[in-house]
C-alpha cells in the first residue's frame, strides 16, 4: 500500500491532505527522464555523504603535511559538519523558494569549487575555510535532491522505488567514504580525498543541464521568512559547534554551557517569530503530522548511532588493532555493502510489514551490533570478532533508511517539499553531531581499550532509544496492510 494509505490512517489534517502532490502537479516526465533524474539526484548525494566520512582516516596524513596540531586539525571535520548542520533547514526552504533544480546546481557548484579549493590548500586555514565551505554546497544539494524526488515520481510505488534506492545510495555513502579514504591515503594522497569530487561535480553538472527540466518558483509563494531563517540557522550553528566544543572542553564548562544558552534562546526566537508569522519558514502544519515528526526524531538517533559507531570503528581498527589506513577502510566494505542490499530490501518490506516494525527491527540490529564490540578482545580477529557486528549493522542501518525517508515526505505538499526534506536532513546531520561528541567524551574520559568498550555501549544505547521512539512515535494502526505504523 502506497504512503499516500497511511496519510488516511494516522493524523493527517484534511488541510494538508488537501495540499499532497498529485500526478498533475509534477512536472511531465518520461520514464527515462525520471530514470535520469534518479541517477543525477543519486550520484549528487553519494559524493555529499562520501565527503562527510572520507576525510577522517586521512587525518594524520593532513596533520604530518601542514603541521597542524590536535586543537586545530579537528576543525577539518568540524567545519564541515557544523556548516551542513546549520544551513540545511535553509536550503530546504529556498529550494521550495527559488527553485529546486536552481538550487541544486548552485549546491554542486559550491561543492565542487570548496572541493578543489581544499585540494589545493597549502595551510590549515585555507582547508578549513574550503571544508565550510563544502559543508554550505552540501547544504543545499542534499534537501533539493530528496524534494525532486518528491515532485518527480508519483507518491505510492513509484516513489517508494525511488526513495529506496536513494536511502541505499545515502546509507552507503557514510560507510563508503570511510574505504574511499583509507585507499586513497594510503596510495594517491590525502589531496585526493578533494579532488576525486572535481571531475564528478562537473560531471553532474552538465547532467543536471540535460536531464533535469527547469522549474520556476510559485510566483504566489510567499516570501522567505528572513528573521525565521536567520534565527533558525544561527540556532542550529550555535548547538552543533556547542557539541563539538563540550565534546573536547567538557560538557560543562562555563563556555559549553554559555554556547548551548545562547543555542537555545536563538531557538526560543526562532518560535517565537514562527508563531506570529504570516509566512513562518516551518508552518505549523508541518510538525502536525505524527509520522513526520516521529521520523524525524527517530532519523536523529538512527544517524547518532550510525556515525558514532563507524568513528568509534574507525579509531579501534586503526588506535588499538594496528589497522593502517588502507586495511581500515577495506574492513568497511561488509558494511558498505550490507547497507545496499538491505535498504533495496527493506523498500519492499515497507509496503509488507510498515515502517513501524522495520525501524524497530533495524535499530535494534544496530544496537545488538554496538553492544556486541562492547565486549570486543584486545587482541580482536576480524572475521569472529568485528564482521558480525559491521554486518548487523549494516542489516539494521539498511532497514533503517528508506523507512525514515519515506515517513518524513509522507504526504507532503509539493510546496514545501524542500523543507519536509531540509527537516529530515537536519535532523541527521545534527543527530550524527549529537552522537559523535557523545562518545568523543566517553574515548577521553577512558583508558585504552575500556573507554572503547565504553562508547560503543553509548552508541547501542542511542540506538536502543530509537527502538522506543519508532515504537511509540508511529501509529499503530493497519500494520498488516504495511502502512508507516
Known amino acids: 500500500m502506497s504512503i499516500q494509505a497511511v496519510e488516511r490512517n494516522i493524523d493527517t489534517h484534511p488541510a494538508e491532505e488537501q495540499r499532497t502532490i498529485t500526478p498533475s502537479e509534477r512536472a511531465p516526465a518520461t520514464r527515462a527522464r525520471r ?9 549528487a548525494v553519494a559524493i555529499v555523504g562520501i565527503d562527510g566520512a572520507i576525510v577522517n582516516v586521512a587525518l594524520a596524513s593532513i596533520q604530518h603535511d601542514l603541521g597542524v596540531d590536535h586543537g586545530t586539525l579537528q576543525w577539518v571535520v568540524v567545519a564541515y559538519g557544523l556548516l551542513l548542520g546549520g544551513f540545511l533547514l535553509l536550503g530546504g526552504r529556498t529550494a521550495d523558494q527559488l527553485g529546486r533544480r536552481r538550487v541544486f546546481l548552485t549546491g554542486i557548484a559550491i561543492f565542487t569549487g570548496a572541493s578543489l579549493l581544499a585540494g589545493i590548500a597549502q595551510h590549515a586555514g585555507l582547508l ?3 571544508r565550510g565551505a563544502q559543508g554550505v554546497g552540501a547544504a543545499l544539494i542534499v534537501p533539493a535532491a530528496l524534494s525532486l524526488l518528491a515532485v518527480t515520481f508519483a507518491e505510492g510505488p513509484e516513489r517508494d522505488r525511488a526513495v529506496g ?6 546509507g552507503v555513502a557514510a560507510s563508503a567514504g570511510v574505504v574511499v579514504g583509507g585507499l586513497l591515503a594510503a596510495g594517491l594522497g590525502w589531496r585526493w580525498a578533494f579532488f576525486i569530487h572535481v571531475p564528478v561535480g562537473i560531471a553532474l553538472l552538465v547532467a543536471t543541464l540535460v536531464f533535469l527540466s527547469a ?24 548547538f552543533v559547534y556547542a557539541l563539538h566544543h563540550a565534546a573536547s572542553h567538557g560538557w560543562f564548562t562555563w ?15 526562532f518560535l517565537r517569530i514562527e508563531a506570529r508569522a ?9 510538525l502536525r503530522n505524527r509520522t513526520r515528526v516521529a521520523a524525524n526524531l527517530t532519523a536523529f538517533l538512527a544517524f547518532s548511532a550510525l556515525l558514532s559507531f563507524i568513528f568509534i570503528g574507525s579509531l579501534l581498527m586503526q588506535q588499538v588493532l594496528g589497522y593502517s589506513p588502507a586495511i581500515a577502510g577495506v574492513a568497511w566494505l561488509a558494511t558498505t555493502a550490507t547497507i545496499f542490499v538491505a535498504a533495496m530490501t527493506g523498500t519492499r518490506f515497507v509496503a509488507r510489514v510498515g515502517g513501524r516494525r522495520l525501524l524497530i527491527t533495524g535499530l535494534s540490529l544496530v544496537a545488538v551490533g554496538a553492544f556486541w564490540l562492547s565486549r570486543v578482545p584486545a587482541a580482536a580477529s576480524y572475521v569472529t570478532d568485528l564482521l558480525p557486528a559491521f554486518l548487523l549493522a549494516g542489516v539494521g542501518f539498511g532497514f533503517c533508511g528508506p523507512a525514515l525517508q519515506l515517513g518524513a515526505l509522507s504526504g507532503v505538499s ?5 523543507l519536509a526534506s531540509g527537516l529530515v536532513e537536519t535532523s541527521r546531520e545534527i543527530g550524527g553531531a549529537a552522537g559523535v561528541a557523545a562518545v568523543s567524551t566517553v574515548l577521553l574520559t577512558g583508558s585504552d581499550l575500556d573507554s572503547f568498550h565504553a562508547a560503543f555501549t553509548v552508541a547501542g544505547v542511542l540506538a536502543v532509544l530509537g527502538v ?12 498488516r496492510e504495511g502502512e508507516m505504523a
Do not use: K
Open 128 to 130: 578549513i575555510v574550503a
Open 35 to 43: 530514470g535520469f533524474v534518479l541517477a543525477v539526484v543519486c550520484a
Open 255 to 269: 563556555s559549553a554551557l554559555a554556547l548551548f544558552t545562547a543555542a537555545a534562546a536563538l531557538l526560543a526566537v
Open 468 to 479: 522506543v521512539v519508532a515504537a511509540t512515535g508511529f501509529a499503530r494502526s493497519a500494520v
Open 165 to 170: 534506492l536513494f536511502g541505499a545510495v545515502d
Open 414 to 418: 509539493r510546496s514545501d517539499a524542500g
Open 215 to 238: 522549474d520556476r518558483p510559485d510566483e504566489r509563494a510567499p516570501r522567505l521568512d528572513v528573521a525565521g531563517a536567520i534565527t533558525v540557522t544561527s540556532g542550529l550553528l550555535v
Open 278 to 286: 504570516a509566512a513562518p519558514l516551518v508552518p505549523a502544519a508541518m
